[in-house]
């Protein structure tokens, strides 16, 4: 157990050369006591796993295995035993042991919960009347151990009416969160509905049975499912958001099976040149906004596969509409279609550029789809705020915005220092030497 | 730069003694299984077990194949442990095979599993084990326990299988290193572990008894005392690592971006790579220059071997080489980890991210902050991002920031909120008569026996955030005339950019001050935990000063590396080193994705 940092590092190399001698061998078999002696050293985490452990062991392969260390399996039973000396039982001869270990228990609660603890086979048969198993849960439950816990309840559920254990565990709720978990790992769905309908949970009970569409795969299923859900009792907020799901997934399969077929025909050129990623099946929301603003864009709000249908069905607001569109046109490059999202006419029929999420986030996200620089420019320039605009037209290099506002800030030397950025012999240094040399402009600095 | 320890501090223990156990029982298992045989590994375990055994160890002892388990996502933990054996069983007596088969469970086998190998009608066939495998030394002052499942299991579902699994680590760790004379703790799962522990230490009585103790304190801390600090973006390097490249049970995998060749390097990161151990804690902004500074050493290193006579040159080569090899891969892997990071967070917008952060965690600005966070998630950044702002906000505002964000959210999350509601990772305002009814009807059920259990399960029903008042009380926020220099930091809060001192490590730091939770009332019942703050000391003459100056830091539910430095500076400044047990290295996205319904 002292080995030393460098002894291990080259116990561990040398164990990758897998050259066999006798040597060697004799230093795997002194390894091996060593491990074994560290082993035992610890009670607690091998040693203890004892006397259903033995069992295992004869009744695979006929003969203890490990007799080595051990006893035979008669003594492993006192071993086992042994950890309680204050208890002394006369071990019946010739009975199983199996059985024996049944007989023997006769462990008050607490007893049993600290063996059950330790990992040990423990018959809790025994405990019949009602006052018996709840005394059985209240020392598994001060004692803290969630397994524990776990493991009476599990006898609990097996041997208590469900209205019953259903009623002791509502004033018991450590005990009620250990049972709740339980069922939803062990997938007992039926009881875990019966537990929420009984405890009076409602809204857990609406979501335990929603949860339910993740496992279904099969997106008609799903629907129908999702159907079943609407008018459960969720909260206000979360009850329009089971319809909207339920909508969406009966839009979706709608959109996927008529745009499967254009994609197959292969008469469809926007399908042709941008050939479907994955099925909209089970996306976002937004998702689904962005594939009609991809796909769909031009349709007649009629359609099921509209943008414009979507944003009234769903009410998006018009911010997350905007982006969303923006980010699906930008990336087919459908610059007209862009610069129309920002088009407004006033009554008198002048048109005005507006952007509700801010031409800077506009700018933004035309970089990010690679548009050009006369686009982003003429973006850069709707920016209200000019240092802001500044900023984005040095950051994306639009070279013409960056010269015409420092003009018209009569900056001269800020124009000066952004010389040394263009290229030499460039027509923006031109620009900037044309104006630099120029005699109408006042110069702040 | 680079904090070097002082020269005064403790010795660590050697805690390499924790694998050799962990191998040592592996292979006492394999040897209980005599013959040729194959063994299945659960996804999860790999890494793990790779740090404690390689295959040629394991091919020592007679394993003839290894194969990998992929977790199903929709499989429970419970369920796992069955399918295999399961199918195998199955298929092994359709053809007429014969086969033993043993179900090693690590760190602990459940009641459960067992009870589903019987259901299933396998039990005799299959037989079940223990490897008590649960301390895993990451570093030389880090055991983390391996165990990132923790966090969902208690504080959402409120199970506590694992309090015995860390009562067993605190157990094994005072048999190994004797007892800790002065304990502390606070959250409800610290009591509990605690108390199970000293039942452990009573009914074994003696082992402990009469060794000197190696270290002097042991702190306990539930992570939900303190979940804004988890929260928070990292900037500390090994932080930033952790966030970005997903620092997994000790090493990381740096992809070709990193490495500028067109492979990935399995990296561990330890204090045995001289580089990233002196930087590891900085801030990032500093990583740089430190980076610069050392690449230019290690030029003039090479450089001197211009100008060698034939021998000199002979001894270079011998002596000197392979060290600089070595720090130049190192050095160049760093470089490139950062410029890696640089670019993602440049494209992220890390630096606005930031200062909304900060705003929130200062109290100022809310609604820009919530406009911020609404944008966020109008641009469908990252759902997980989105959700940790969320929290945050929530929390630092004590949920009257309204969350009416999440109708943007896609229908499936619906079940993640409901989640991070329970864990008490978005508060909301529930109405006070609200709970008061439920209460009332309740307690008529109950007699008073159980009066007090029903209470401590309200507890959280009932809990609300009041990070505002406890960063008052505690002095979270710096008060900074002009800049807070990075460089040279003067307290805990560098590790967030001197914006933040982190919650749960300024209550350490507390409460070792004054050696209890005195004077710290308000602080405790702000934080909802009355009833969950204790100390226990003993006699201390046997303990020397060495080892009052070691301190084993516990965080149940999870650390962050940015604690860990914050902790790590704090003992440098106090002359104390700090050991860190955790039952999963944690950050903000692995919370998040613990509460996740929806797996990504």
């Known amino acids: ?445 | 730069m680079a904090f070097p320890h002082r020269p005064d501090a403790p010795e660590l223990p050697d805690f390499s003694m924790l694998k050799r156990l962990a191998r040592d029982q592996l292979i006492y298992l394999l040897e209980q299984l005599p013959g040729k045989k194959d063994l299945f590994i659960e996804a999860d375990l790999m890494s793990p077990l790779d740090r404690i055994a390689n295959v040629s160890i394991l091919k020592q002892h007679e394993v003839d194949k290894l194969y990998k388990v992929e977790n199903k996502p929709a499989l429970t933990s419970v369920e796992l442990c069955f399918h295999l054996p399961l199918s195998l069983v199955n298929a092994d007596k359709l053809a007429g095979r014969t086969r033993k088969y043993k179900v090693i469970f690590s760190p602990q086998k459940f009641y459960a599993c067992e009870m589903v190998l019987e259901e299933e009608g396998i039990y005799g066939d299959v037989s079940c084990d223990e490897w008590a495998f649960s301390l895993l030394p990451l570093d030389v002052d880090l055991l983390s326990m391996e165990l990132p499942e923790f966090f969902r299991d208690y504080f959402l579902e409120g199970d506590q299988r694992w309090i015995n699994t860390v009562a067993q680590a605190l157990h094994l760790l005072s048999t190994l290193y004797g007892p800790f004379p002065n304990c502390y703790g606070i959250g409800r799962c610290a009591k509990m572990a605690y108390e199970l522990w000293r039942n452990l230490e009573e009914e074994e009585d003696g082992e402990t008894k009469g060794r000197r103790p190696e270290i002097g304190h042991i702190f306990l801390l539930d992570r939900d005392v303190d979940f804004v600090t988890a929260l928070c973006s990292q900037v500390v390097y090994e932080g930033l690592v952790d966030d970005t490249f997903r620092i997994k049970c000790g090493s990381v995998d740096f992809g070709p971006e990193v490495t500028s060749s067109d492979k990935s390097l399995k990296v561990l990161l330890n204090a045995e790579d001289k580089v990233f151990n002196e930087i590891r804690n900085e801030h990032f902004s500093n990583v740089f220059g430190f980076l610069s500074q050392k690449a230019r050493n290690l030029q003039a290193q090479y450089d001197r071997r211009r100008g060698m006579d034939i021998k000199q040159m002979k001894n270079f080569v011998s002596q000197e080489l392979k060290g600089l090899k070595q720090e130049h891969r190192l050095l160049s892997l760093h470089i490139g980890a950062c410029e890696s990071i640089m670019k993602k967070k440049t494209k992220q917008d890390f630096q606005e991210l930031i200062k909304t952060e900060h705003a929130l965690l200062e109290g100022f600005n809310i609604r820009e902050s919530t406009s911020y966070i609404e944008e966020h998630i109008d641009r469908q950044v990252s759902p997980i991002e989105s959700l940790r702002l969320m929290c945050l906000l929530s929390i630092t505002e004590n949920g009257d920031a309204r969350c009416s964000l999440d109708t943007h959210y896609g229908p499936e999350h619906l079940l993640t909120f409901s989640n991070l509601r329970r864990a008490g990772l978005l508060t909301e305002q529930a109405p006070g008569d609200t709970l008061t009814a439920v209460e009332s009807k309740v307690s008529k059920l109950v007699t008073d026996k159980a009066a007090g259990k029903i209470t401590d399960a309200f507890s959280s029903l009932a809990k609300r955030s009041n990070f505002r008042a406890i960063s008052k009380k505690l002095n979270l926020i710096p008060r900074v005339d002009g800049e807070y220099d990075l460089k040279v930091p003067r307290d805990m809060a560098y590790v967030f950019s001197g914006a933040y001192v982190p919650l749960s490590c300024r209550i350490i730091e507390q409460v070792l001050e004054r050696r209890s939770w005195q004077g710290l009332d308000e602080v405790v019942r702000l934080l909802n935990c009355s009833d969950f703050a204790f100390t226990d000391m003993t006699k201390e003459d046997k303990a020397s000063s060495e080892s009052l100056r070691l301190i084993l830091v516990v965080f149940l539910g999870g650390c962050t590396f940015s604690e860990i430095s914050a902790l790590r500076f704090l003992g440098r400044e106090k002359g104390y080193r700090f050991i860190f047990l955790t039952t999963a290295v944690t950050n903000s996205a692995r919370l998040m994705e613990a509460m996740s319904e929806v797996k990504a």
Not at chain 1, 98 to 106: F, H, I
Not at chain 1, 388 to 411: E, S, Y
Request: proline content about 3%.
């Open chain 1, 1 to 445: 157990m002292n080995r030393t940092k460098g002894d291990e590092e080259e116990y561990w190399n040398s164990s990758k050369f897998k050259a066999f001698t006798f040597d060697d061998e004799d230093d795997e078999l002194s390894q091996l006591k060593e491990s074994k002696r560290a082993v035992n050293s610890l009670r607690d985490f091998v040693d203890d796993d004892d006397d259903d452990d033995d069992l295992e062991r004869v009744s695979w392969s006929g003969e203890p295995v490990g007799s080595r260390t051990r006893p035979g399996s008669f003594q492993s039973l006192s071993d086992a035993l042994s950890d309680t000396p204050a208890k002394s039982y006369a071990p019946e001869l010739g009975r199983p042991k199996g059985e024996y270990r049944d007989y023997s228990n006769d462990w008050s609660p607490s007893d049993t919960v600290r063996r059950l603890r330790k990992g040990k086979v423990c018959s809790l048969e025994r405990f019949r009347s009602l006052q018996d198993k709840l005394q059985l849960l209240e020392e598994a439950v001060s004692m803290h151990d969630g397994n524990v816990i776990t493991a009476v309840l599990i006898f609990l559920k097996r041997t208590l009416s469900k209205e019953i254990l259903f009623r002791e565990l509502e004033v018991r709720q450590v005990a009620l969160r250990h049972l709740i978990h339980f069922l939803k790992e062990i997938g007992d769905q039926k009881l875990l509905l019966d537990l929420f309908r009984f405890l009076d949970r409602t809204e857990e009970l609406a979501l335990s049975h929603y949860r339910e569409h993740l496992n279904i795969r099969d997106p008609d299923k799903r629907k129908e499912f999702l159907k079943t859900c609407i008018g459960l009792p969720f909260s206000a907020e979360d009850s329009a958001h089971i319809q909207d799901h339920y909508t969406l997934l009966e839009r979706q399969i709608i959109i996927e099976a008529n745009d499967r077929h254009l994609e197959s025909a292969g008469q469809t050129e926007i399908f042709r040149k941008h050939p479907r990623k994955a099925s909209i099946l089970n996306m976002p929301l937004v998702t689904t906004l962005f594939y009609s603003c991809f796909y769909h864009y031009t349709e007649a709000e009629g359609t099921f596969s509209s943008p414009i249908n979507l944003k009234k069905t769903f009410k998006i607001p018009d911010k997350q509409y905007v982006l969303t569109a923006l980010a699906a046109r930008a990336k087919l490059r459908a610059w007209n279609d862009v610069d129309a999202l920002f088009t407004t006419k006033n009554w008198l029929g002048y048109t005005k550029k507006r952007a509700p999420i801010g031409f800077h986030r506009v700018v933004e996200i035309l970089h990010k789809n690679n548009a050009p620089v006369q686009i982003l420019q003429e973006y850069v320039n709707l920016v209200e705020d000019v240092d802001t605009k500044l900023n984005l037209a040095t950051k994306f290099k639009c070279h013409d915005v960056v010269i015409d506002t420092c003009r018209d800030l009569k900056d001269r030397q800020q124009l000066l220092a952004y010389r040394s950025k263009v290229d030499k012999g460039s027509a923006e240094e031109e620009k900037i030497d044309a104006l630099l040399s120029s005699s109408q402009i006042r110069w702040k600095n």
